[in-house]
């Protein structure tokens, strides 16, 4: 018999359009509102099957990685394997291309592609319960990775709302440096039970726009909401500022925020070529960012 031929999922950059922290749970895990969108931008994972489950990394972020024991696209395959007997596995192989640690969740979107292949190679659906459970052990944005479309997140990443964004113009802008989660969150300083949004809050929340919806809408309602982490992470790394100020002074500007928790931040323009001119003004001004220039649906 022939080798089966080889399986490839791109980790596409989830970018958090809204981020709202609604407070930090008894157990120390912090509830959130987000709108996810997802970039054009992605890393890309290719699987060989048979033989025995392994990680190799290439391309030009690998380096950033770290120690392949450690990376989540092994630990989200491990856990599926314990979830599921007789799993089929094989060789990774992972092209990095997008910044680690850099609030776009690119090692969630590396674990939830490597789901997504083990799921096809053992003809489970992503809807299998089991495979739901893994991604939310492997990591709270994994969910929402795992599925790749852009949706209002809630909880701590299990409960996700599908949305019909229009196709938006973007410039993403990375300092290089890293930033992690955990830090942030820290910064924000909420303990254990503690509230930031009432039934107030809640009920005052936006509604978000239907299908066919346009960019101007979708800003319109956006403006009204904010990422609660941009002030902690911006005390961690100042530098996030100067990304906010260089995207914001760009011509044709919709929309500036930080996604995630940092420190890549993104703009939203009204056409694809007022993105590309930012894009260009940016890498010139600022050689050392990493900067991309595409679009997020």
Known sequence: MSPMPALTEEGRAKVNLSLRVVGRRADGYHDLESVVAFADCADRLTLEPGGELKLTTTGPLAAACGDTADNLVLKAAKLLAEAVPSLKLGALALDKVLPVAAGIGGGSAD????????ARLN???????RVQKVALATGADVPVCLV???CDMTGVGEQLLPLALPSMPCVMVNPRVPVATKDVFQALGLRNG?????????LEAPAWPEEGASIADWVEVLETVANDLEAP???IEPVIGEVLEALRTSAGVRLARMSGSGATCFAIYGAPAEAHAAAERIRRDHPGWWVHAGTLS
Not at 111 to 118: C, K, N, P, S
Not at 123 to 129: C, Q, Y
Not at 194 to 202: F, H, N
């Open 111 to 118: 674990a939830a592609a490597a789901l997504r292949l083990l």
């Open 123 to 129: 003809d489970l659906s992503l809807d299998d319960p």
């Open 148 to 150: 790749s479309r852009a």
């Open 194 to 202: 503690e509230l930031l949004v009432g039934a107030t809050s809640v």
């Open 233 to 235: 992470a911006m005390r």
